[in-house]
């Protein structure tokens, strides 16, 4: 499971300011095998983490490529999962990799096959010289995708997009209140988001997201309660502030667990500029 905090705004007032701004956590296993960001794909254009996970290998959670295209995904909160089902990671590589379809007709032919998957919630982006658009389907929603509305914040965790749990409320309060902040540099504004995602209070009770957990036990429900989760053996193992701005330039940081160990944890940071 994990959550995305992201502003999208395709035609920012300033050079110095923002098309988008997103925050995310990626929460699995400690011992699920991943690797962190980096470059792979056809001439290194694809940026992202990938699981490891025997047949899983080569999903991922959040991406982008230099061509501009986004993809994130989250799982959504239910009690009974197919063991069977094909796994939903493949869903974010599949679009960073795909050179015909836009974002919505890639979201409209998932649709088509969204009852194989357990419960998903998917963003697809593309970021163009002339025009920006950000699209979201989630398959235990709506049956049909939806192009968001810009500018605006959006929040995304475990239910449908912009579903007001407590954790979500708090957390977007948060995000938004950094995102507004116009004297931050862009080091200073990664460090304020990484403090959002770093947010280990607990939002409980919370009836809504207790109901959609329904089958979970109290102590679980209650961790995932939190901006950041931790729990034995499961939590937030990775934190992703991907920036671009104005004129195309990507900031991409990633701050990943090292071995399971929440006292160790990995930065990078990697910058280029989208293909015009």
């Not at 962190?36 to 490891?52: K, Q, V």
């Not at 295209?69 to 069977?84: F, Q, R, S, V, W």
Request: with cysteine.
């Amino acid at each position: 499971m994990c959550i995305i905090f992201f502003k999208f705004d395709p035609r920012p007032a300033s050079k110095n300011a923002y098309r988008l701004i997103l925050a995310a956590n990626r929460d699995e296993f400690y011992n699920r095998m991943s690797k962190a960001a980096d470059f792979w794909g056809t001439n290194n254009e694809i940026l992202s983490g990938l699981d490891l996970e025997y047949g899983k290998e080569g999903g991922s959670w959040l991406g982008i490529s230099k061509r501009g295209k986004l993809a994130g995904i989250t799982n959504y909160l239910e009690k009974y999962l197919n063991p069977d089902a094909p796994g939903r990671g493949f869903l974010v590589s599949n679009y960073l990799m795909d050179k015909e379809q836009d974002s919505y007709s890639y979201l409209k032919k998932v649709s088509l096959d969204s009852h194989l998957y357990n419960g998903f919630n998917l963003l697809t982006a593309d970021f163009r010289a002339k025009q920006d658009v950000v699209c979201y389907y989630g398959n235990r929603g709506s049956p049909e995708p939806i192009h968001l509305k810009p500018p605006g914040i959006y929040g995304l965790s475990n239910s449908l997009l912009d579903t007001p749990w407590k954790k979500l409320l708090q957390g977007k309060r948060h995000f938004t209140s950094v995102v507004n902040d116009q004297t931050l540099s862009c080091d200073g504004l990664v460090q304020e988001l990484l403090g959002v995602l770093n947010n280990e209070d607990l939002n409980t009770p919370d009836p809504a997201q207790e109901s959609q957990g329904d089958g979970y036990t109290t102590p679980m429900l209650q961790a995932l309660s939190a901006v950041c989760v931790r729990s034995p053996g499961y939590g937030t193992r990775a934190n992703t502030v991907i920036l671009i701005d104005a004129e195309g330039n990507v900031t991409f940081t990633e701050r990943t667990m090292l071995n399971g160990d929440i006292s160790n944890w990995q930065t990078s940071s990697f910058k280029f500029k989208l293909e015009a």
